[in-house]
């Protein structure tokens, strides 16, 4: 039932969707419509973050809400729905079989990559009419098939309810990119209670057919937004009039990507905005720079944070410009419980699609559903994160990014099965 064409067909439909209208971290507001308004049509209650996500916790919401929730209406989001979440993105559904059993919660992350999507051939999404027509904004991390496969396993499982015990949870987060929503979800007690955590991802390099029970080794991230502030003034007549905010940025991000590794683990850094001045003839006011660190241990994680903090003070120090930062992410490390990731294994040998199946992969990037693992695993919980192969056309959050549409069957499938072992 769960891989059959016409499940297979409205993913690929909703998936195609999604990609054509992306909305960036915190202004998923059309996706969490389109969400909303298939699960209530199926016959699931929909809980919206605005409802639960408390201010104080997010992370790096620096978008336009009044402007985003425009754009979404017009892109065919429900107004109604739109005024439902009081200005903030994602939601949860749960199915309550009201039988004991376990609570299973299971994220998704809904939203996309600030990169503008190739016009060149041969790119599907193009060729097909289905390329972002939105500024900066691309599918470029398959979120829109995490998302597209979310509603269909959450429109399978509720129709299956009667065989169903205890609780299974859905849980659609925005701002995975930049480890922004994850925390703020968290904070809100979304996984609280929860018996077992899932969360997945399509590709993450590995082949259509190649499922990984779970995956360890995640990296630890913060995301650092910096400002300098200097003061213009005639290139020409007056430079010694001047604080070069340009030159500060610039200095600095020379010398984060300098930062010397450590003896405590690896790290990362990158600066990966840069903006500064005004025109051409005026010592530049101002800098605004996106960082991040990452970090495959604790120990690590603080020494590169650190260093790239002081690198920052240091240079408005030697520039005489004034810096301000703000921390608008961040993403811990988390280990898949071996024996939740064994039965995710064995379940997914018998998903058809499926020719090789491991227990654990080795990752090389973050995911802020590590927060969710971790809160369950303190809470005597088990959690893993499931890796589902999937052929793409390059790198992740490479403008040419595309996947093979088939490992959306495969991911249903396996999630499917898995729910039917913990909660049937
Ligand atoms: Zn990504
Ligand atoms: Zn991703």
Redesign the pocket.
């Known amino acids: 039932m769960y891989s059959n064409e016409k499940l297979l067909k409205q993913m690929i439909k909703r998936r195609r969707d999604f990609h054509r209208y992306p909305e960036t971290g915190w202004a998923e507001f059309r996706t969490t419509s389109k969400i909303a308004e298939a699960l209530t049509d199926a016959g699931l209650g929909v809980v919206y973050a605005g409802d639960f996500v408390r201010p104080e916790h997010i992370l790096g919401c620096n978008v336009d809400i009044e402007a985003q929730i425009k754009r979404a209406v017009s892109q065919g989001a429900s107004p109604k729905i739109i005024e439902k979440m009081k200005g903030l993105t994602g939601l949860i559904a749960e199915i309550d079989t009201g039988r004991p059993g376990p609570i299973t919660a299971i994220r998704f992350d809904i939203d996309c990559?600030d990169t503008t999507e190739t016009g060149e051939d041969p790119h599907l999404p193009m060729m097909l009419g289905f390329n972002s027509v939105n500024a900066n904004s691309m599918h470029?991390?398959a979120?829109d098939g995490h998302t597209a496969v979310g509603m269909a396993l959450a429109e399978l499982l509720f129709q299956q309810k009667t065989s169903l015990k205890g609780k299974v949870r859905f849980i659609f987060q925005p701002a995975?990119?930049g480890a922004r929503g994850g925390f703020a979800f968290v904070k809100s007690g979304v996984v609280d209670c929860t018996d077992y955590f899932i969360a997945f991802h399509l590709g993450l390099g590995n082949p259509t057919g190649t499922v990984f029970g779970g995956t360890d080794d995640f990296l630890f991230s913060t995301k650092i937004d910096a400002h300098y502030k200097g003061v213009g003034a005639h290139a020409g007549a007056e430079p010694d009039k001047g604080r070069n905010a340009l030159l500060a940025a610039a200095s600095a991000a020379l010398s984060i990507h300098g930062i010397a590794p450590s003896p405590d683990g690896l790290t990362r850094t990158n600066v990966g905005v840069l903006n500064a001045g005004e025109g051409r003839n005026v010592v530049p006011p101002n800098a605004y720079m996106k960082i991040e660190t990452r970090a495959s241990t604790e120990d690590a994680a603080l020494y590169v944070y650190s260093a790239a903090m002081r690198i920052l003070i240091g240079a408005a120090e030697m520039y005489d410009v004034k810096l301000t930062t703000e921390k608008c992410g961040e993403a811990i490390s988390a280990r898949s419980d071996r024996d939740l990731a064994k039965i995710v294994m064995d379940t997914a040998a018998t998903v058809i699609g499926v020719d090789t199946v491991k227990l654990i992969q080795p990752m090389t990037?973050s995911d802020d559903a590590c927060w969710m693992m971790k809160k369950v695993q303190n809470n005597g919980g088990k959690a893993t994160y499931i890796g589902i192969g999937a052929d793409t056309k390059a790198g992740?959050?490479n403008n040419h990014f595309d996947f093979d549409e088939d490992a959306m069957g495969i991911a249903l499938g396996v999630l499917y099965k898995t729910i039917l072992v913990l909660n049937g």
């Open positions: 990559v470029a991390c979120h995975e990119e990037g992740h959050h």
